[in-house]
């Protein structure tokens, strides 16, 4: 499985944005509210690296809690692939555990989930759009 993005929580897009580009990053696509997990996203991209900042909009975003325990930080990765029901399915399976069901997320064009194991944590996969 290939990549697809490096998820970061931030407090801020705005700020933490403007230090990524100190390091080559820069914007990729419009800020994205996304309403269903109260978060702000943003992707930027160096080369064929490409990060995901997420930031709360309100204190019942989920990213908020881990804000407060762990302040900004990496929190996923997510990785892209063909068959998505097929591969949850498999890794459901597998034992890990489905966080969140393949759905629509508005800010990646596409249906992703998220996967919890207990040897690794959280992972995030995205159905790839070719
Ligand atoms: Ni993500």
Redesign the pocket.
Known sequence: MKI????YAVHNIDKSLKEFKKMGYEEEGELIKDEKRNVL?KFIKNNSYRI?L?APYNKTSPIDSVLKKMGPTL??I?YEVDDIDFEIERLREEKWVVIQKPLY?P??GSK?AFLYNKEIGVV?F?KSKH
Not at 4 to 7: E, K, N, P, V
């Open positions: 697809h993005h490096i998820g996203i995901e997420i929190y996923h997510c997320a800010a990646l992703c995030e995205v």
